[in-house]
């Protein structure tokens, strides 16, 4: 036996070594380069051949940087075998030829995942995904993932960490721009959405990105909305609120999931082999990969859960973590832990399969290098669904008077607020690629689309979001003479959310709220226009304003949108995708929670209303804030358009349903404003009493429906009985018999109900 043979043997697993000394297991040593051959026959002929170190190499993952050393470096590197992926390639030029080592100076020729964070849009960008969500719109959502991936795959890229699907419910954590909102349902609508958009239909197609569902799991609920943080969710709540758009992403066939930060209960993500291994492949059958958050693994000695980093490794790849990210634990110590017995050889096998099983999936194999062309990138068609969804993304929060959309013989507005020309600012958060150039702000579009119509005066007031100075501001407000309306345009700047950008106070920053204060005092109709990566609390803006529209940062076409929502050419229909609280303490708030011992009712009194030397018990023993009140500012699923849009004739088809019947709900939908507008109809049900307590309200439908002025329409819902299921006292997911309340409307605070029950 030669020394090669040796050392191969020494690495080899039980497939390995069969496969060793029969040759290559299934077949030639070419036989995984067979494009004809299924996945796993390729999958299992090139792992026999592989050595312990090129094993080891696969499950690692580097993040590139630019210039001539980093080109030096990662060529060693790769053709070392010490590389399985690559992330932050600086461009297409660098991922093409970091592949080509990859494929022609190792010895088996194994492609490179190359991959990167395409949140949002790669060059052209969409609104945030947060503002995503608030379209209610899984299509254009599933557009928005396709056509990142079109524009990030003609530069190398075949692997996004996206969709964050974390269910977020406090928006002082930063990173609640980058997921879904607080919902449960529409986080896991939009979870395949995204997922099929990024991953396409074919995935051996060169515009097809495999998808990584992030961040597994639990890391929304970073304690105090700080980023990083502990989580401490327990078993019930997990399966019931966090897990549910992870188990969607799976059903939708996503490749790839990635480790969060967080530690729950104790049990830092990384190496939690309940969760990575036990639910995600034992309970959902999951056969793509795990990898970690950028050192995640590393990170467990800093969550003082690992000694040291080779402890970190062994607990890490035990837990399930496929691949590493970055911190580089793995390649330093498998080996140690092979020989020591703290990880075994089967693990690495099954580990090593997982990455090369996506990587032939994904057609790496056949067609490494760079197939589809440059052009693509901001092409019209591109810029057109950006459009649309920055236009489907805007709530309309507050129009009184219908000062929107501005009449027709408007003839002069002010623009202002540091957000009306702010491009980069308009882009939001997790953008590497967009460029500002391209960006397409309110004032450019005002000026380019209306402003042979309209004379557009522009006067910032202030510098940008943090500006304290308030220099401008008297400028703005004397601009505003002679003007028919005034448009101001405030918010946060992009760098205010996003990963490790939380919050502890969500009122306006700077002087922003000055600004809108003396706008408001010039008696002229005010429409401001909130620019944010979260809900802000802009209760006393919004008393100032006459009507508001909240843009969650809106992507590259932001302003053509807004311009047309402005002049009416577009009636608003975003919906809050997230529960807008009325001050920063309310936090946590959302819709969904359990009714808890005593809810709020009756009168709201105040703690101005409280008498001097009131008694104990005066004011009711309810649950509510005596600063705050009984709500949030807006609730969940609450957005305005340009139409008057009222619900009528709920009717359920029984009053009784069996376990495996479907409810058919319906309801009168009219529109009886003046503007033809869509209008999202949502559905809620209550299960009254259950083994466990239940949330006074839970969404489980929503259509989109579009109405001409005067018409209306039977809006139905077809409900399965199976999708009232939930993990109950003994923690297994079922429906549970008994009385329920289902409502129809258009917010979470609907009240047009009918009741229901399920017998077994
Ligand atoms: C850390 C972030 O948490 C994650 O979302 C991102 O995908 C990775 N870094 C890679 O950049």
């Not at 990170?299 to 990210?325: I, L, Q």
């Not at 950006?386 to 709530?395: G, P, Q, R, V």
């Not at 401008?472 to 205010?496: H, K, M, P, Q, W």
Request: hydrophobic share 40%; glycine share 10%.
């Amino acid at each position: 036996m030669n020394s090669i043979t040796r050392l191969m043997l020494a690495g080899a697993s039980v497939i390995g070594i069969t496969a060793l000394l029969t040759g290559c297991g299934n077949g030639s040593p070419d036989l995984y380069k067979d494009a004809s051959q299924p996945v796993e026959k390729r999958v299992e002929n090139l792992l026999s051949q592989m050595t312990l170190d090129e094993k080891i190499g696969q499950l690692n993952q580097r993040s590139m940087w630019d210039g001539d050393e980093a080109l030096a470096h990662f060529t060693q590197e790769i053709s070392d075998g010490n590389i399985g992926s690559l992330l932050n390639v600086p461009s297409a030029a660098f991922a093409d030829s970091m592949q080509r080592v990859a494929m022609e100076r190792t010895r088996l020729g194994i492609p490179l995942l190359i991959s990167r964070d395409v949140i949002h849009g790669y060059k052209t960008i969409f609104p945030i995904p947060l503002g995503q969500a608030a379209t209610f719109d899984t299509t254009i959502v599933e557009q928005g993932a396709r056509i990142a991936a079109v524009e990030a795959s003609s530069d190398g890229i075949r692997w996004t960490f996206a969709p964050m699907i974390d269910i977020a419910r406090d928006p002082r954590w930063g990173r609640i721009a980058e997921g879904c909102g607080e919902d449960v349902y529409l986080t896991s609508l939009m979870s395949r959405a995204m997922v099929k958009g990024f991953q396409g239909d074919d995935l051996t197609d060169p515009t097809s990105m495999a998808a990584c569902a992030k961040h597994f799991v639990g890391y929304g609920a970073s304690e105090s909305g700080r980023d990083y943080n502990s989580t401490f969710i327990p078993e019930r709540l997990l399966r019931n609120i966090y897990l549910p758009p992870f188990e969607e992403a799976c059903k939708a066939g996503c490749l790839t999931y990635m480790s969060s930060f967080n530690d729950n209960d104790g049990v830092p993500a990384s190496g939690n082999k309940f969760v990575l291994t036990d639910i995600l492949r034992g309970e959902w059958g999951f056969n793509g990969f795990v990898v970690s958050d950028w050192a995640s693994v590393g990170e467990m000695v800093n969550h003082g859960f690992c000694a040291d980093y080779k402890e970190a490794a062994m607990k890490g790849f035990n837990a399930g973590v496929d691949m590493e990210m970055e911190s580089g634990t793995y390649i330093t110590n498998m080996k140690q832990l092979l020989d020591e017995g703290k990880i075994d050889m089967a693990a690495i096998d099954r580990s090593v399969a997982n990455i090369l099983r996506v990587k032939f999936m994904l057609g790496l194999f056949d067609n490494p290098y760079i197939s589809t062309p440059q052009e693509v990138k901001y092409c019209d068609e591109h810029l057109a669904a950006a459009k649309e969804a920055a236009i489907k993304s805007a709530i309309l929060l507050k129009n009184d008077k219908d000062v929107l959309p501005l009449p027709a013989d408007t003839k002069r507005i002010l623009l202002t607020g540091p957000l009306a020309h702010a491009p980069h600012d308009q882009m939001g958060t997790w953008v590497f690629d967009g460029e500002k150039e391209r960006t397409v702000t309110l004032l450019d579009a005002l000026r380019n689309e209306y402003g042979n119509d309209v004379t557009i005066v522009y006067e910032p007031g202030l510098g940008y979001s943090r500006d304290k100075n308030e220099a401008g501001i008297a400028r703005a407000v004397s601009a505003a003479r002679g003007v028919d309306a005034i448009i101001a345009v405030v918010g946060e700047e992009s760098i205010l959310s996003g990963e490790a950008h939380c919050l502890a106070d969500l009122n306006l920053v700077g002087a922003q709220g000055k600004l809108i204060e003396a706008l408001s005092r010039t008696g002229k109709p005010l429409v401001t226009i909130v620019m944010a990566g979260r809900p802000l609390t802009i209760k006393k803006q919004l008393d100032e304003s006459d009507a508001m529209l909240y843009s969650f940062h809106p992507g590259t076409m932001g302003g053509p949108a807004l311009a047309d929502l402005i002049f009416g050419k577009e009636s608003p229909c975003g919906k809050t995708p997230v529960t807008f609280p009325a001050a920063v303490g309310q936090v946590p708030i959302y819709y969904s929670k359990n009714a808890g011992s005593r809810p709020a009712h009756g009168t709201e009194t105040l703690i101005d209303d409280i008498p001097q030397e009131g008694g104990q018990t005066s004011l009711g023993n309810t649950s509510y804030w005596l600063d705050a009140g009984f709500g949030p500012l807006f609730p969940f699923g609450y957005g305005l358009s340009y139409g008057n849009f009222s619900y009528d004739n709920l009717s359920l088809d029984k009053t009784t349903y069996k376990k495996d019947d479907v409810i058919t709900a319906s309801v009168t939908l009219t529109n009886s404003g003046k503007h033809k507008a869509t209008e999202v109809s949502q559905l809620y049900i209550r299960d009254h009493a259950g083994s466990v307590t239940r949330p006074v309200k839970e969404l489980k439908g929503f259509e989109r429906v579009t109405l001409a002025p005067g018409e209306s329409a039977t809006v139905t819902f077809n409900l399965p009985v199976s999708d009232l299921a939930f993990y109950g006292a003994d923690m297994t997911k079922k429906v549970e018999a008994g009385d329920f309340t289902l409502w129809i409307g258009g917010d979470s605070d609907c009240n047009l109900s009918a009741p229901f029950s399920v017998t077994d």
